[in-house]
Structures are given as C-alpha cells and as structure tokens.
C-alpha cells in the first residue's frame, strides 16, 4: 500500500467496494439513532486486510451523538490499529452519505490524504474532503 494511492487504484477492487458497502449496510441495520432516524453505518479496509465497521450511537443528550465513522476508528484502534485504505459510509436509505467535519479529521488520523471514501459523486480521497489537514505532523512539529 504505497502513498501514490489515486481514487482509481486498482488494488481496491469493485467486488471489495460491494463488500464494504454490504458490512455498512450491516451497520444502518444495528445503528442506535431513535433521535434524529438517521440511522448510519461504516466499514473499511484496513492495510493488513482486515475491514472495520462502525454504527452511530446517539444520546438523550443530543449532543453527545457519536458518528459511525469515529466508532469506526475505535473498532479499528482496539482492534489492533493499522491504516484506513477505502471506506464505505451508507445511510438509511441505502445511498453513500458524506462524513462530517469531525468525522473527516478522525479518519484522516488513520489514513491521512490516501484514504479512498465512496460517495455519491463516486471515490474521491480523504485529501480531497479534508484539504490542508491539520495531523499528527502538526503536533510534533511544535511540541517542546
Ligand atoms: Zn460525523
């Protein structure tokens, strides 16, 4: 898995984007959303092979609601860790539904610019959603 990475690598396949996006919609059908009905699902590839999932998780207290895809990091990190290659985000109705802000800044902890996201305008990279991150380099390049 090299950092040439383009939205057109062939090293991720249609059979395994169809796979990531049946783990996701394994994930809508477990989500916990009974406040806002907007029920999310996660999954990606990881670099060793493995896929993560994710489900979001909402709260009473609306504000803590947690996004599919930081849970997806979670399973990722107490799964072992390694990095995000290709990830699938569906919502309730089945269609690809674009990670959000906080959401974009966690993935691109575990798979910085490179990472590959299925949306509706097809497979674009982490570095196109979140450009001109703010990452790990950041932080060590100013501690004491
Ligand atoms: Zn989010």
Redesign the pocket.
Known sequence: MGSDRTPTDPAVTEALWSQLAERAAEMVGVAYAPYSRVHVGAAALVDDGRIVTGCNVENASTGLGI????NLTGALVSSGGGRLVALSVLAGDQQPIM??G??RQFLYEFGGDELLVATSEGVLTLGQLLPHAFGPGDVSARAD
């Open positions: 996004c599919a895809e930081v990670p959000c906080r959401c």
